[in-house]
């Protein structure tokens, strides 16, 4: 699996928008966009980017949720490589399938499962790979230092159940990835949601 941020150089507000691809580009790999951003200049990274000779550039884009900062340049990537779209909301315009708690899909070459994570917006999802410990969190609130918050208790479940997956990588909606050992880090933030969780 290869995994690129293509607005690491954005100019523009937009969320962070990542193409991943198999490791050889191998064509029963499913090319994949998680987020779509706001920035223009991402179609033209794609369209320069090797993706697999005889393949379609995106396969498929899936949406961590529908904020703007993720979603704008729908219309543009769907009018540019006609992909499938994914997402857990029902009401997002554009959206072809979607998203159910649990549902496994191949991204690249790897298979990830979809963790609906309500918290940062009620559609969030985060998506897993077991093989690989790689976790893609868009904006849900996964690192919670202190505690003070409200929390739902939709959320706290599900980070209870983040907890017990093996994650080495989180690939956030925003800002650098996070790698190592996190084990420690979501049991904090874990423990100060529960204290946070709504009456």
Request: charged share 20%; net charge positive.
């Amino acid at each position: 699996m290869k995994i690129l941020n293509l607005t690491t150089d954005s100019k523009i507000y937009t969320s962070n928008v990542y193409l991943i691809t198999g490791t050889w580009n191998a064509f029963g790999d499913v090319n994949t966009l998680i987020d779509v951003g706001r920035d223009p200049s991402v179609i033209e990274k794609i369209n320069n980017i090797p993706t697999g000779v005889g393949k379609h550039k995106i396969d498929q884009v899936i949406l961590t949720h529908s904020h703007y900062d993720h979603t704008g340049l729908l219309p543009q990537i769907k009018k540019a490589f006609n992909p499938v779209i994914y997402a857990f909301s029902a009401s997002l315009e554009g959206v072809d399938c979607r998203l159910k708690d649990k549902e496994t899909l191949k991204i690249g070459d790897r298979i990830f499962e979809v963790h609906h994570t309500p918290g940062h917006s009620i559609d969030s999802i985060c998506l897993y790979c077991d093989k690989e410990g790689v976790l893609f969190s868009g904006d849900t609130p996964i690192f919670i230092k202190t505690p003070g918050g409200t929390y739902e208790t939709g959320f706290v479940r599900a980070m209870e159940k983040l907890c017990c997956k093996n994650i080495q990588s989180i690939y956030c909606g925003h800002g650098k990835p996070l790698q190592g050992n996190l084990k420690k880090t979501l049991y904090t933030s874990l423990n100060n949601a529960r204290k946070g969780l709504k009456k």
